[in-house]
């Protein structure tokens, strides 16, 4: 099981988000398809979750904050995809570099 868990259509993005947090001593599950990671997002303590998935997909993830999970948002747009909600979701705006990831998932994580 990985606390952290990646879900991110471009495999490049993918890559590099697994690449800055490992860099950082956390270890991520990496999915380009939300059907694919159900089972590890039901385990994980905070989601990466990228807005360029399908609507139906982005919703659900968008959910999991009411449930508990942390999320960093992978923002392209100026929506509020947090809500408001800043305990449990951090909003980045693409394009990112690896501290930010890093940086929004300690944060994320260190919120009871």
């Known amino acids: 099981m990985s606390a952290i868990v990646a879900v991110v259509k471009d495999p490049a993005l993918l890559r590099s988000i697994s690449f800055a947090l490992n860099t950082h001593g956390q270890a991520v599950e990496q999915f380009n398809d939300w059907t694919m990671a159900t089972e ?5 303590e905070c989601v990466i ?3 360029c998935l399908p609507p139906a997909d982005l919703t659900a993830g968008l959910s999991l904050a009411s449930r508990g999970i942390k999320l960093v948002v992978l923002a392209e747009d100026d929506r509020d995809y947090g809500r ?5 979701i951090c909003v980045l705006s693409k394009p990112l570099n690896g501290h930010d990831i ?3 998932v300690s944060a994320l994580r260190r919120n009871p």
């Open 40 to 44: 590890a997002i039901c385990q994980a």
């Open 49 to 51: 979750l990228d807005t």
């Open 84 to 88: 408001g909600n800043r305990q449990d």
């Open 102 to 104: 890093a940086n929004a």
